[in-house]
């Protein structure tokens, strides 16, 4: 029990034992009054040196400041590099399952610095996996880098899409991916000087905006040998992730009737697009009558082409978000008969595909706590003058009171903010396969909006940057700390099982393939 809660250096225990040997055997050897006289003065300046070496042993970085300062300043000399690749994705602007170019850039950032690239794993061409080192523990960090549909806006401070591009970087998924691709080469940088052994992995998971990228990775079992997952998301604010995500399924529903003049013969038709809205009513009239917690939204992604003809065909896509997933199956599993009821009264007929399913995510407290401390080490963001004008005119657009601007330089303390967010991710899949840690960086002006052009506007400038640089750097500090501290896993494993109990992870979208197409 006292060496649990004592530890002597190891230079002092060391030096006090040479010297107790050094005075038995010059006590045995010499009988003489000086020689004992000597060998006290010995013992004393021994002792000395045995604290001095002492001092040195209790310096030793055993909490790796010394080299997370490194890793910070590494990092921190690439910022120009890691910034064009950046705004290279932010132009590029793909949606889900069609992020060829950001992924391949990516992926030879990750090859030119001595990674190992899987390519178009788990049956999505646009997934990858990029290993170096080998053994345990092996250490995964999620990249993103999907943009949004609708969102397409230049770097200004006023609402102006860009000409002939129809999507942006609304969620900021372009300093997502950069990110962690930057906070992977840097451990790649320590294992290859052997400062820790162990295994790096870079996830490249696209089409999270609504695709459920991750889900597959995970049904796939590519995840089953991870020890922790690392991930952060770009946002208005510094912090630590301590809140859930709503629980998440989708399709779009399809009705096909029979076309007719509107005018002439509409007694002949079946229209597609009534079944839509008879759906659409149903749906929106059973809102009553689920949960208060409870998200449905649509969107009628087509219905008709021409007013004078009856649309034989009409599409609706469908979310459906609860905090509980086994109420987000209930409720849609009632929407879809509610798609049936409409294909019956209005004698079309109906099919629905799935497009994607999320988990609500699984918090960890012993990693939230350990990232906490490297967020605070590493600090929030600091903006410019000409930012904070920036940030003003970004403000002014939002109609209502916003956070003072100096909040982007705070890092919020570690607390929980209520049972679950508004938003789903496709994270949630992979915390109940493995313990997973998330954190948030201010890219954005403070009270800034997701999937908004403002949104797209901050990400687009050195703003978005120096977020991602912070996030970029706790990660990497975060992953120092797993790959040192073989405690720290197995904490953070024990609350696993713990909060996870006798619950066998299922994915909510089935065994469909991924939808690669569903942002056609």
């Not at 003489?32 to 001095?52: D, E, N, P, Q």
């Not at 992995?201 to 695709?211: D, I, K, S, T």
């Not at 009513?281 to 219905?303: D, S």
Request: with cysteine; glycine share 10%.
């Amino acid at each position: 029990m006292w060496k649990k809660r004592y530890s002597w250096p190891d230079g002092y225990l060391y030096a006090l034992i040479l010297n107790l040997l050094n005075l038995i055997l010059l006590n045995c050897a010499y009988k003489k009054i000086i020689m004992k006289m000597y060998t006290i003065k010995l013992f004393v300046f021994s002792l000395c040196m045995a604290a001095g070496l002492g001092c040195i042993a209790q310096k030793k970085p055993t909490t790796n400041e010394g080299l997370k300062t490194l890793a910070i300043a590494d990092i921190q000399s690439n910022y120009e590099a890691y910034r064009k690749t950046a705004l290279q994705i932010w132009g590029f602007a793909e949606v889900g399952y069609k992020e060829e170019k950001s992924s391949a850039l990516l992926q030879q950032t990750l090859t030119d610095n001595g990674f190992t690239v899987d390519k178009g794993v788990a049956g999505i061409p646009t997934a990858f996996i990029a290993s170096y080192g080998s053994g345990k523990p092996v250490i995964a960090i999620l990249a993103e880098f999907d943009a949004l549909p609708g969102l397409s806006q230049e770097a200004i401070p006023e609402k102006k899409p860009i000409v002939n591009q129809a999507a942006g970087h609304g969620c900021g998924h372009h300093l997502f991916g950069t990110a962690s691709v930057a906070a992977g080469i840097e451990i790649k940088k320590l294992i290859e000087q052997k400062k820790f052994t162990g295994t790096i992995r870079v996830y490249g998971c696209p089409a999270e905006e609504g695709g459920s990228g991750k889900v597959f990775l995970v049904r796939t079992g590519l995840f089953n040998d991870v020890d922790v997952a690392i991930h952060w998301h770009p946002g208005d604010n510094n912090s630590v992730t301590m809140q859930s995500a709503l629980a998440n399924k989708s399709a779009k529903f399809r009705f096909h009737g029979l076309s007719a003049h509107a005018s002439a013969s509409p007694e002949k038709g079946r229209s597609a697009l009534d079944a839509v809205e008879a759906m659409d009513n149903m749906v929106n009239m059973m809102r009553e009558h689920i949960p208060q917690e409870t998200r449905i939204h649509y969107v009628i992604t087509n219905g008709g082409k021409a007013p004078n003809v009856v649309p034989d065909f009409a599409e609706v896509y469908y979310y459906v978000r609860h905090p509980k997933r086994e109420e987000v199956v209930k409720i849609f599993d009632r929407v879809v008969k509610a798609a049936q009821g409409a294909a019956v009264g209005t004698e079309t007929t109906m099919e629905y595909e799935i497009i994607g399913g999320t988990h609500d995510l699984m918090l960890n407290h012993t990693l939230a706590e350990a990232m906490q401390l490297n967020l605070e080490k590493v600090g929030g963001v600091n903006l410019s003058l000409p930012e904070l004008e920036f940030g003003k005119k970004i403000q002014a657009t939002f109609g209502s009171t916003p956070p003072a601007l100096e909040t982007a330089a705070l890092v919020k303390p570690l607390k929980a903010e209520g049972p679950s967010g508004g938003g789903s991710t496709d994270v949630g899949d992979v915390s109940y396969t493995v313990p997973t840690v998330g954190m948030s960086a201010a890219t954005w002006i403070p009270g800034t909006p997701a999937h908004s052009w403002q949104a797209v506007a901050c990400g687009g400038t050195e703003i978005g940057t120096k977020g991602m640089m912070a996030a970029a750097k706790t990660m990497a500090l975060t992953a120092i700390d797993l790959f040192t501290t073989p405690a720290l896993i197995e904490k953070a494993k024990q609350e696993f099982v713990k909060d996870k109990g006798d619950y066998q992870y299922k994915p909510l979208l089935g065994d469909i393939k991924p939808a690669l197409n569903y942002r056609d």
